[in-house]
């Protein structure tokens, strides 16, 4: 089907409230991420409104002085969405669009949008529906303007209104049966990382803010060939590739999900399909965009999400990206930290290096020169190392081998001379 494109005209709002956490209130660096969403979304900024209030007004979330200035400029600038930086209640919403005449959105709402266009497979479309009814389920009966505006305009995609008019016991049914397929999905997940255990083949995740550039890390990296692109969101989906680290360590390296300030609770709750990955990585790559001047605060945001979403304890390797495009003195230093760029290819041994040390599991890669008499250890290593190559010499059997500790210790004497 194709897509209609509409370009929307929409107002940024934001309320820096003295009683909001940190998490909760705007401010003028947020309001430039809510720009970036709004034009991921295909709108297009025509203003911005950001207002500093002790309280947030209970009925009109805003000043009244405040909602008038700002139905004014929406006339003036033909702006037909309202965007707020805050999270609304479906009550404030509607006050909000009486006052103004025009729709009104949220954060939530305008990142659950962007994840619905981006949706492509069948899980990542799976959890976003989900989402998106879990979003509405609680809101059915305050919806205002934007959940009756026409098809095609940003926040309006998913569950089409057809469906919302149907009752609430619909949608209580449809949200068990997308838990049920997204439940079958886990299983399969599940299965499949039995395997890899059984194979222990270290997983590392790569984490990260998105549009840090973990996918273009991980097409450096693997080849993967995934899309990259300068837009938020823009994987939905975990990819794995094996990752040949040195020659006796190979992984599995995984792209996930990026994560943003005040990310939706129920899209983390329906991308804990995707997440879970986490929980059972080895070890993560966090990604980072060096250039970024909100970089620390993002760096927050993710270590945040990792303390929710990983093993305790897991180590992670920040990796300072997009080097190219910062002065040298920007880069930090420090043992788990590392300065690379995806597009040049800098700093690449440096992070293998480090992944290396880090999922370090004591293994040899040596080649062992054993008289014939000691035939019965050649069995042996081929069921408790890798070996690479037997050959069968005059002077007595060579293998070559990567082998653990114990094996290593215990056939030390036999080591051929480099
Ligand atoms: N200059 C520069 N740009 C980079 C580098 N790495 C990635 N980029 C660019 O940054 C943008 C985002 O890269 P992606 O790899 O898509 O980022 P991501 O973290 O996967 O983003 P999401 O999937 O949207 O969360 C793209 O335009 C990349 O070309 C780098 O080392 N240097
Ligand atoms: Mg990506």
Do not use: W
Request: charged share 25%; proline share 3%; aromatic share 4%.
């Amino acid at each position: 089907m194709e897509e209609k494109i509409i370009i929307e005209k929409a107002i940024l709002v934001g309320l820096n409230a003295d009683v909001f956490t940190a998490e909760e209130t705007a401010t003028e660096q947020t309001l430039d991420e809510l720009e970036a969403l709004l034009e991921t979304a295909g709108g297009e900024c025509v203003g911005r409104v950001l207002q500093n209030r002790h309280t947030p007004d209970p009925h009109s979330f805003l000043g009244e002085g405040k909602v008038e200035e700002i139905a004014a400029l929406a006339e003036s600038t033909g702006a037909n969405l309202l965007v707020f930086d805050n999270s609304l209640t479906p009550s404030q919403i509607r006050a909000l669009e009486e006052l103004t005449g025009v729709s009104v959105l949220d954060r939530s709402a305008l990142i659950l949008d962007i994840f619905a266009q981006r949706a492509k497979t069948k899980e990542g479309r799976l959890q976003v529906e989900l989402a998106q009814y879990q979003y509405l389920l609680p809101r059915l009966s305050g919806m205002g303007k934007s959940m009756s505006r026409l098809g095609g305009g940003i926040g309006t995609r998913g569950p089409g209104e057809t469906k919302l008019e149907t009752d609430r016991r619909h949608i209580r049914d449809r949200i068990n049966r997308l838990q049920q397929e997204l439940n079958e999905v886990r299983r399969v997940r599940g299965v499949q990382r039995e395997r890899r255990l059984r194979n222990s083949v270290p997983v590392v995740a790569i984490v990260g803010y998105t549009n840090a550039g973990k996918s273009t890390l991980l097409n450096h990296l693997t080849g993967a060939g995934i899309p990259a692109n300068n837009r938020l969101f823009d994987t939905l989906d975990t990819t794995t590739r094996q990752l040949t680290v040195s020659d006796t360590l190979d992984v599995l390296l995984s792209d996930t999900v990026g994560f943003i300030a005040k990310l939706p609770h129920n899209l983390v709750e329906a991308f804990k399909a995707t997440l879970e990955e986490l929980q059972y990585a080895d070890l993560l790559l966090h990604v980072i965009d060096a250039g970024d001047p909100e970089r620390d605060a993002h760096i927050e945001v993710v270590n945040k999400l990792i303390t929710q979403l990983a093993k305790p304890g897991i180590p992670v390797i920040e990796c300072y990206n997009k080097m190219d495009t910062v002065e040298e003195d920007d880069l930090p230093r420090g043992s788990e930290k590392v300065a690379i760029s995806a597009r040049t290819g800098e700093g690449m041994e440096e992070l293998l290096r480090l992944i290396e040390k880090s999922l370090d599991r004591g293994l040899h890669h040596t080649t062992f020169l054993l008289p014939y008499a000691m035939a019965g250890q050649v069995d042996q290593l081929h069921t408790q190392a890798k070996v690479l190559r037997c050959d069968y010499t005059a002077e007595g059997i060579e293998i070559e081998a990567i082998c653990d500790e114990i094996l290593y210790g215990r056939l030390r004497n036999y080591e051929k001379p480099e």
